[in-house]
């Protein structure tokens, strides 16, 4: 079984700065999907990031961007010119190569506070 | 376009009653998930659904929760009898489906409080 994990329960970062969010995973997989979610307060999820696991190259998504290192298992996000609205969980999640849309298996995620 | 709708967006029931919660995914999305959202947890899967069978319910604690999903639409979870351990969020996601990557998008979530 997959499992996703997140290791900094809480974050904070002033407004403007870069921030990085940790995320390993485990999996026997050799492809497969990664992904960041933000989840604001009291309100739905979102998709901020998507990673394929046979490309090499990091995807990036405006102020958005993500280190992927497959060896490691190591799936980041930095978040560049940190914004008010950026404050929210964010969590990391996995998805098996998509047969019919497999599940998402997601991690316990991290507070992220973008302070003024 | 409309999004995941959700309804009751929170709900506050006595241990031991029964409680529903309805969700209608985008329009044309052929697949649908339950996910259950506990505090300071991510998601985890309850129940998929391929049009209007589940073909993912293995997380599914049958003793007292149900899912139904007619005419492979909106769908209903419920819960007889609630526990107060079953106070949490529940999520319902839609996609398109098909053998490729289609994006999850999710609804609002009804936020359950067992007393």
């Known amino acids: 079984a997959q499992t996703v994990t997140q290791s900094q329960p809480e974050m904070s970062v002033q407004e403007a700065e870069t921030v990085t969010l940790s995320c390993t995973y485990d999996?026997?997989?050799?492809?497969?999907?990664l992904f960041w979610y933000k989840q604001p307060p009291s309100r739905q999820m979102i998709l901020v990031i998507r990673?394929?696991?046979?490309?090499?190259q990091n995807a990036t998504e405006n102020r958005f961007s993500v280190n992927f290192q497959k060896a490691a298992k190591s799936f980041s996000l930095k978040i560049s010119d940190s914004q008010l609205g950026d404050t929210a969980m964010y969590f990391c999640?996995?998805?098996?190569?998509?047969?019919?849309?497999?599940?998402?298996?997601f991690g316990k995620g991290t507070r992220l506070s973008v302070i003024a | 376009e409309a999004g995941v709708v959700q309804s009751p967006r929170y709900k506050i029931i006595e241990k031991k009653q029964p409680v529903a919660f309805w969700c209608n995914p985008i329009?044309?999305?052929?697949?649908l998930y339950w996910y259950l959202q506990n505090l300071g947890q991510g998601p985890e899967l309850l129940i998929r659904?391929?049009?209007?069978?589940?073909?993912?319910d293995s997380q599914l604690p049958k003793d007292r929760f149900s899912a139904e999903r007619l005419k492979g639409v909106d769908s209903t979870l419920k819960i007889q009898p609630a526990e107060l351990g079953d106070s949490a969020v529940y999520l319902c996601?839609?996609?398109?489906?098909?053998?490729?990557?289609?994006?999850?998008?999710f609804g609002p979530g009804t936020r359950l409080t067992v007393l």
């Open positions: 996601a839609s996609s398109l489906g098909g053998p490729s990557y289609n994006e999850q998008f």
């Open positions: 999996t026997s997989e050799n492809n497969y999907y």
């Open positions: 990673q394929e696991a046979y490309k090499q």
């Open positions: 999640a996995f998805m098996k190569p998509p047969s019919g849309n497999t599940p998402l298996v």
């Open positions: 329009s044309g999305h052929n697949t």
């Open positions: 659904y391929e049009n209007e069978e589940a073909v993912d």
